[in-house]
Every structure is written in C-alpha cells, then in structure tokens.
C-alpha cells in the first residue's frame, strides 16, 4: 500500500507540473522589411519586465510592467535586416525602448542580446534613490532557438536574464532570417515538443517503479523458496 501511495504522490507531482499555464499576454504583432520586399523578421509577443533597483531608503524594491500594444503603423518599430544579424527596436511609453538581436549558427537562429531602456521617473517605481534614464543589458542569451525557414513557438514563459531587470515573454513566436515576402509564419518549431525537464522525471520515476517491483518479487520468491525448503 504504500508503494501505490508514493507512485499516485509522484504521478500528481508531474500532473501538476505539466498543467501550469501562464497569463494572457498583450497582442503584439511586429515586422521587419528587408530588400526586395523581403519580410526578415517576424514577431508575435507577449512581455513582462521585473526591473529591480533601489529607493531613497536604500532598499530593493522590483518594479513591474508589460509591454503594451504597440501600433506599429504609427512609428516606434524599427530593425535592421543583415546578414549576420536581424533586430527589432521597439520604443514605448515615451521615453522606453526595447532592442532584440537575433543571430545565426549551423542553420538555426536565437535571440542573442536584448537591451531594455528604462526611466524611473515613471510612477511604477516608487521612491527611485537614482531617478531618470537607466539600460539594462543582456547578452549571449541563446532564447528562442528555432530552425532557419521555420518560426519558434512557445505558449510558456521563457526568462531572459538582463543586467537589473527579467524579461519574460509570455507568449511568443518569432521567425528570423525569413527570405520570404509575407509576414505569415512558416512551421513552428514549438517548445512544447522539446525534451523538457519532465522526462527525465517521468522516466526515472517508471525505471524507481520497477526496480521497486522485481525487488519485491524476488524478496517473495525467496522467502516461499526458504520455506519450501524448511519442510522438506
């Protein structure tokens, strides 16, 4: 009995890992014209920032915010279609701009560098000890890796670790280096099928299973053996 009851513990571990879900993110829709018509970059996504830093009391205090809809019609998104590397600057809220650089490696692309810019004059910090303009900076990420011709697709949070501050996508779908004309994406590599942590736990827990299961068999077999020989 208590083995059935640390494998339905183990089993509900799992369930509860795979059923988290994350918020609803912002629509955002962003493209990147290269030459002859060429879309480069595409982008579909959903962001929240942590910005951490201090208050006129010295203590740490963490700030939060999301990207909100960008029009991008109106202005505010820019980016650079090249060989080596495709961008996308999105300025917001004013004074706010983000940039994301994407590269290429062994016919795969990823998100490699991000810079946030930032103001703590805006309401969202309270108290800022250093008020005024701030960049927070992260390189050689390697997010968002998706196959050259395909898009990247992942309904989960993906960190990216900056300098002072998390930004997490909540949604996102992204396809870099595109030689294509539109800005429909191509097949998505999702990061729902990759090898995830859960695997290794399910597997290993199955193979705990069934050591647990032959060790009990041959402890039975051996003691109706032992008694089998005593009556004789």
Known sequence: MKFLASIVILGSIVAFSCAQTTDTPTDNHFKI?????????????????????????????????????????AGGVT?????????????????????????????????????????????????????????????????????????????????????TATMTFTYVQVQAFSTEKTD???DADDCDTETSEIVPIVVGCALGALVLIVLIAYLIGRKRAKRGYQSV
């Open 33 to 73: 014209n290269g030459t002859d018509g060429v879309v480069c970059l595409v982008a579909d996504m959903g962001v929240r920032f942590s910005i951490n830093y201090l208050n006129t009391d010295d203590k740490n205090m963490t700030a939060l915010i999301d990207l909100p809809s960008v029009n991008q019609t």
């Open 79 to 163: 980016g650079m279609c090249e060989n080596d590397t495709n961008s996308l600057t999105i300025d917001f809220l004013k004074t706010w701009q983000l940039r994301l650089f994407f590269g290429k490696d062994s016919g795969s692309f990823a998100l490699e560098n991000v810079t946030l810019v930032y103001d703590t004059s805006d309401p969202i910090f309270e108290k800022p000890k250093n008020m005024g303009m701030h960049n927070t900076t992260g390189t050689n990420l390697g997010l968002l890796k998706g196959t050259i011709g395909n898009s990247f697709l992942c309904k989960k949070n993906v960190d990216a670790m900056l300098d």
């Open 184 to 186: 429909t994406f191509a």
